[in-house]
């Protein structure tokens, strides 16, 4: 929940898509966020599905933590302001990664 809470922290949602993505208290289990999926056996984060929501901004090296993760897409949004993270290349076992038109700078 930290590491998403500061990856929301780096990201720019004009639109508020990722509005469930809080502290408050209806929104406490970060399981139930939009885009969130845990694993039913660990409850850890196995799957980012945040592909097409109009985010920019950065993403944070936070990411890295969610050391589960199994599927990670931020296609069709605009990263504009970052390069594709090397950190990526640090999720273990990660099987799924989509970051088509995600608008990285090159
Ligand atoms: C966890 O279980 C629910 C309900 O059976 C299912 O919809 C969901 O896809 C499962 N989550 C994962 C990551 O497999
Ligand atoms: C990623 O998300 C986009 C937008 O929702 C979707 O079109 C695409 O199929 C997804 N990619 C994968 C690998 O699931
Ligand atoms: C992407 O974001 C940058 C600023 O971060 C902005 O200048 C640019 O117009 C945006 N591109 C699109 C296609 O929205």
Known sequence: MQALLAFKLGLVDDDNRLLSWGREVQNKD????????CSNHTGHVVKLDIGDQSLQGTISPK????QDLEYLNLSFNNFSRSQIPNFIGSLKIL???DLSSAKFWR
């Open 95 to 97: 099987r799924y990664l």
């Open 63 to 66: 990411l890295v933590e969610l």
């Open 30 to 37: 970060c399981c139930q966020w939009d885009g969130v999926y």
